[in-house]
């Protein structure tokens, strides 16, 4: 079995098997996401195929590798006895003083979150605090047992309330809900006619409908928050998506048959030159309230839908929880936002960077895992077998047993950080002790 077999093996299922309708640019260097428009559910798809026909060998590492980017690098992964390699090697990283650096990465997995903490960035203003909300944000279970990271009855009061209390921002909510789309819509165009300089103008919109941009989740629909401006041109908008790292120009009418999809609804207007840095009283009431040290909803959500489908109950079927978790990737993502709360901590403790470190590892594994267990489920799905249900809990202990020692670890830097502030009234004198 060679890297030229599993490439052929790949157009054959993603033709034959999957009646993918993206094509035209299929070869060894076609990009499985840009030209592909393979999201991460259908890779997870085409791999299990794969593992299926080829009778090929399949890794944890594999599913979880976060550096393949075409089919070639994916063929190459699956060869049999090249799994577990490194990384090709790059160019040597530079010195860096890691945590206590610039630190040059930023997340970008929630995009209400992204918008607000633009202007922040921009100031000077550590945001990373701010994604607290982010690791266990809400999502939806329906009355069928899915998963759904969106839905109508969701909103972002508890972003908003936090976004004012501790920035100073007030984010004003445009979007009326007892009004009509077109009323709605109305107000947008209006606000955007009156925008004074330097106010951001959010609206939600779903990304379906605008194929030219990204949509990595191959959701639909795909609500999503980004900014607009008007520009020269009254036919042309400009766009800035800061979860997605883009801005540029896209036609207005496009932009507004988006925003009146039924799917969508919702918008704020703010000005991010009113932001100034959080105070600890703040800070520390916010810690407290997102920190949920004896949950963990999503794996708590994802056991539930499994037991559900396992059970049959009210009809369903076991050949149905991959479908039921298809949106899971979407909610997983969220779980990176541990590393910036993590920084935040150590940054003002000045803990050894190596210990910051060890801990971005376990999240990675808690992310990489929940990817690995998504994997289990579809194969639990299409081989509808039950002896596979008891595996896929086994591992969603374990991934709970790990995302609780992080919230411990967490919550413990939480209380140094604390004890150590001469601004707070510390509620344990006992300080600076390295979280075990």
């Not at 992964?77 to 790059?90: E, H, I, M, S, T």
């Not at 979150?113 to 960035?121: I, N, T």
């Not at 929940?370 to 809990?393: F, G, I």
């Not at 150590?420 to 006992?430: I, M």
């Amino acid at each position: 079995m060679n890297r030229d077999t599993i490439v052929a093996a790949i157009g054959t299922i993603l033709r034959e098997e999957m009646r993918h309708p993206h094509l035209d640019l299929f070869g060894p260097d076609a990009r499985l996401n840009e030209d592909l428009y393979l999201d991460s559910v259908q890779l997870l798809q085409l791999i299990l195929s794969l593992e299926t026909t080829l009778d090929l060998p399949v890794s944890e590492e594999a599913i979880s590798r976060q550096d393949v980017s075409t089919v070639a690098d994916l063929a190459a992964l699956l060869v049999p006895g090249a799994q577990g390699q490194d990384a090709p090697a790059g160019a040597p990283e530079a010195p860096s003083e890691g945590v206590h650096g610039e630190m040059p990465y930023d997340l970008k997995i929630h995009c209400f979150v992204s918008c607000v903490c633009d202007g922040l960035k921009k100031r000077g203003i550590d945001h990373r605090p701010f994604y607290a909300l982010v690791w266990d944000a809400e999502f939806a279970i329906t009355d069928g047992f899915q998963l759904a990271y969106h839905s109508d009855v969701m909103d972002h009061e508890s972003f908003r309330y936090w976004f004012e209390r501790l920035y100073g921002v007030p984010l004003r909510s445009w979007y009326d809900h007892s009004r009509s789309k077109e009323e709605n819509v109305a107000t947008l165009l209006q606000l955007l006619q009156e925008r004074a300089p330097g106010e951001c103008i959010m609206v939600m919109l779903d990304m379906f409908h605008l194929p030219e941009r990204e949509n990595k989740f191959n959701q639909n629909p795909f609500p999503h928050y980004l900014m607009l401006e008007l520009t020269d041109d009254p036919a042309v908008w400009q766009v800035r998506d800061p979860d997605f790292r883009w801005e540029g120009p896209i036609e207005r009418d496009k932009l507004l048959n988006a925003i009146r999809q039924p799917t969508v609804a919702g918008g704020y207007r703010f000005d991010p030159s009113l932001a100034h840095p959080p105070g600890d009283e703040d800070l520390a009431a916010f810690f407290e309230a997102c920190l949920r040290p004896d949950s963990n909803p999503l794996i708590d959500a994802t056991r539930a839908i499994v037991a559900a489908h396992a059970e049959g109950r009210g009809g369903l079927r076991l050949a149905d929880v991959g479908e039921a978790l298809r949106e899971l990737p979407v909610v997983t993502i969220r779980k990176w936002a541990y590393e910036h709360g993590f920084a935040f901590f150590w940054r003002a403790l000045r803990w050894p960077d190596s210990e910051f470190q060890a801990i971005c590892d376990e999240i990675e594994v808690l992310v990489n895992g929940l990817t690995s267990m998504h994997y289990a489920v579809l194969k639990l799905a299409r081989s509808e077998d039950a002896a596979l249900v008891a595996p896929v809990m086994e591992k969603l202990d374990e991934l709970d047993a790990l995302e609780f020692s992080i919230k411990r670890r967490l919550g413990a830097a939480h209380a140094a950080w604390r004890a150590a502030s001469p601004r707070l009234a510390p509620r344990e004198r006992a300080r600076g002790a390295l979280p075990a």
